[in-house]
């Protein structure tokens, strides 16, 4: 079983992007507070997280650096050549559902309108 469900906030706004293929992903990392603390001080974990598709049109719309979100997924580990030749390992969470637990401007501005939410659900294959 590889399930992961987070609480955290983004440390930097969300990067949107594509595939040569043409679908949407959107890459942010959140910072997890450990739930023990090692010499009175508790210690967070940086974690990156991937979401695709529609829900990484709305994470790249709604969140923003500091912004609260959970997550649930899996850990999924690739490789890629970098220019020097290396073989580089990248371990990541790959997000299947984002819940905004707190959204851009929490003065107002900018908060999710959730009618106008893109729908996650499409291309699934059932």
């Known amino acids: 079983m590889n399930k992961v469900f987070l ?28 739930s023990y603390s090692k010499d009175g001080k508790r210690e967070t974990d940086f974690l990156p997280v991937v979401v695709w ?12 650096k ?8 899996s850990v ?3 490789s890629y050549d970098a220019q020097d030749g290396t ?9 299947d559902e984002v819940q905004f637990l707190s959204t851009k401007g929490e003065d107002g501005e900018g908060d999710v309108d959730f009618d106008d939410l893109k729908p996650i659900d499409e291309d699934l294959p059932f």
């Open 87 to 95: 073989r580089r390992y990248v371990t990541e969470i790959a997000a």
């Open 53 to 64: 598709r529609a829900q990484a049109d709305n994470c790249a719309r709604y969140l923003k």
């Open 7 to 34: 609480i955290g906030n983004l440390t930097k706004d969300p990067e949107l992007a594509s595939t040569s293929n043409g679908i949407k992903f959107c890459r942010f990392t959140l910072a997890v507070s450990r």
């Open 66 to 73: 500091g912004s609260k979100a959970a997550i649930s997924g």
């Open 76 to 78: 999924q580990t690739r």
